[in-house]
């Protein structure tokens, strides 16, 4: 049985990877900030909310409470996974608080500081910090490490937004790097970049509108889920590819056009 950690997993991409993982059959580590007992956003998602969606659909769904800029509680995280699993199968590193502010480029110096704390510190540093800790438990199975970012062209600043463009092509750079250092030992690691994905945070900023042409959170899990089961996997290790292109490449649809 697949054992899986997803960081910021409350809602958007991280709880479509880990739904789509229960259809597998899979046993999820829920992992986020967001909790019913404590919430920091208005936004619905809580990681109980999203554990018991993961039963429903027949995985198994174990809800844990972390912030990935507290380095205990990550720390306390592997070591739970590693006392009852002794090894973890996938890693899907996608906690990131990007849109915690008002999401507007402009000149470097105009953009508000604390977007180094929402992009930086809890994007690209809570992504490093969950690798770190995650990488034994990953090559015990020859596992997959998964960190969810965006591709773009390097000529482009993306977003028009310099805190956010510094943390996507960190994200690709660190999986590069992680990728090179797990492939003597069997595991694998790469960047993940979704499309335009309705999570709760595009649709409330839309007021409630179905944006046309974007993709359901569940998606981004399905290329999650034809990488899982890919014998050759190592194939794409240190690569950032997108969701489209493994569509293409795998055969696996949107949950609309099923």
């Not at 049985?1 to 597998?24: F, Y």
């Not at 800029?69 to 006392?83: K, P, S």
Request: charged residues 20%; contains cysteine.
């Amino acid at each position: 049985m697949t054992v899986a950690v997803i960081t910021g997993a409350a809602r958007g991409v991280g709880r479509g990877v880990a739904l789509a993982l229960a259809e597998q059959g899979a046993t999820v580590y829920v992992t986020d900030r967001e909790s019913r007992a404590r919430k920091h956003s208005e936004l619905p998602g809580t990681v109980e909310d999203t554990a018991e969606q993961v039963d429903r659909r027949g995985g198994r769904g174990i809800p844990v409470v972390v912030d990935v800029t507290d380095d205990d509680a990550v720390a306390g995280l592997f070591e739970r996974v590693r006392v009852a699993h002794g090894g973890l199968d996938l890693l899907v590193a996608n906690a990131f608080d990007g849109n915690a502010l008002p999401f507007r480029g402009g000149p470097f110096w105009t953009l508000p500081w604390a977007h180094w704390h929402n992009m930086i510190d809890s994007g690209v540093r809570g992504h490093a910090l969950t690798a770190w800790h995650a990488a034994p438990l990953l090559i015990e199975r020859r596992g997959l490490a998964v960190l969810t970012g965006y591709a773009h062209d390097a000529d482009e600043v993306l977003g028009g937004h310099a805190f956010y463009d510094l943390a996507m092509t960190a994200i690709s750079r660190l999986a590069a790097t992680l990728a090179r250092d797990l492939a003597p030992h069997g595991a694998a690691a790469l960047a993940l970049s979704p499309g335009f994905t309705r999570t709760e945070a595009i649709t409330a900023a839309l007021g409630g509108a179905v944006p046309p042409e974007s993709d359901s959170i569940e998606f981004p899990g399905r290329a999650v889920c034809a990488l899982l089961a890919d014998p050759d996997v190592t194939r794409h290790s240190g690569r950032t590819v997108t969701v489209a292109d493994l569509s293409a490449e795998y055969g696996f649809v949107d949950v609309e056009n099923s």
